[in-house]
């Protein structure tokens, strides 16, 4: 027997996921790309990531809110945070 489900969620006092869940239940795209889009988006990203696994390209870590790895040069004129 096929189930019907009725949603009425009205007000923004949901929480993050809460918006995700409603948008999948109307069918709304707001929170979603195309596929084709995800396709295109992991074809720029792999190369990348693969490098990664195989340390061809060495991640190097830095504190959260620094201007990155030393030895990097930066854009900015002023790199004093």
């Known amino acids: 027997m096929p189930a019907k ?3 009425a969620i009205d007000g923004t006092d949901l929480l ?3 918006e ?9 795209a707001m ?3 195309r596929g084709d889009t995800v396709v295109e ?3 720029i990203i792999e190369p990348g990531v ?3 696994a195989t340390n061809d390209v060495p991640i190097q870590e830095y ?3 620094s201007n ?3 030895g990097w040069k930066t854009s900015r004129e002023d790199t004093a945070l």
Request: net charge neutral; charged share 15%.
């Open 16 to 18: 993050t996921y809460g």
């Open 50 to 52: 693969e490098g990664w």
């Open 63 to 65: 504190p959260a809110g």
């Open 5 to 7: 489900l009725q949603l």
């Open 41 to 43: 988006c992991w074809r």
């Open 68 to 70: 990155g790895p030393e």
């Open 31 to 33: 929170f979603f790309v």
């Open 20 to 28: 995700v869940l409603r948008a999948v239940l109307t069918h709304s």
